[in-house]
């Protein structure tokens, strides 16, 4: 092969390479939302605001979902041993899809004093799409259980959704688990992750190495066409 098809050849491989990244960066937007929650407790209704957090991971067919609450919500009148307390909370699907997604977590994992805002731990479930497309994850309703006692917090403040996500449907898609409507419940599975969602970083992340492949094809195939000219040029003036 001539340098001059040799060269055409590496940069085409590389605008190749460059496309092929910047497609596969799948498509991720996320933010923390502030949650207005009115909760029903045994002593009485309480309020407060959170932000939520809401994650997607690939995890096989599927996406691992993970909510997280930046603030307490509710309180006890009484402490909580550890492990004494037990939430769970569900997140509603809009866009391409519809239902709730239910996610869980641990119980406590050290004593909780009494009157102190309970700080939540992440909650997580799997989700399987049933169609393909942008679908938005908003929160929904936080049950927490405690000594017999179940407590219900509810968004009152209409929140945008935390999450959205440009998911594919697995063929034969479908619900499973004790998801609602749209999705999967409660699950375990690592996967490769997807953008991690704060705010389209891997998408730009992926972008960027696709047009570092793009200018190192380049560059490359211009060394090569100059130091070709520069050996021909020495070849003819030997002649």
């Not at 731990?121 to 497309?133: A, E, R």
Request: glycine share 14%; hydrophobic share 35%; net charge positive.
């Amino acid at each position: 092969m001539s340098y001059r098809n040799r060269t055409a050849a590496l940069a085409s491989a590389a605008a190749l390479a460059g496309s092929a990244v910047l497609m596969a960066a799948p498509t991720a937007r996320a933010e923390v939302v502030d949650v207005n929650y009115q909760c029903k407790t045994p002593i009485g209704d309480k309020s407060a605001v959170s932000p939520i957090d809401i994650k997607g991971v690939r995890s096989g067919s599927g996406y691992r979902i993970t909510m997280s609450w930046q603030k307490g919500v509710s309180s006890s009148p009484v402490e909580l041993g550890k492990g004494a307390m037990t939430p769970s909370a569900t997140i509603a699907l809009g866009g391409a899809d519809s239902g709730t997604l239910t996610v869980t977590g641990p119980a406590n994992d050290a004593a909780i004093p009494a009157n102190t805002p309970i700080k939540i731990n992440d909650l997580s479930g799997t989700y399987t799409p049933k169609k393909s497309g942008e679908v938005t994850f908003t929160a929904g309703v936080l049950t927490i259980k405690a000594l017999g006692t179940t407590t219900t917090c509810t968004p009152t403040n209409d929140p945008g959704p935390s999450l959205t996500l440009d998911v594919t449907a697995a063929s034969g898609g479908g619900a499973t688990g004790s998801t609602q409507g749209g999705g999967s419940g409660p699950g375990s599975g690592a996967g490769d992750e997807l953008p991690q969602t704060g705010p389209e970083d891997s998408a730009v992340a992926l972008g960027t190495l696709g047009g570092s492949v793009l200018l190192a094809g380049a560059a490359g195939a211009l060394w090569l066409s100059r130091r070709h000219q520069g050996t021909r040029a020495r070849v003819s003036r030997t002649r």
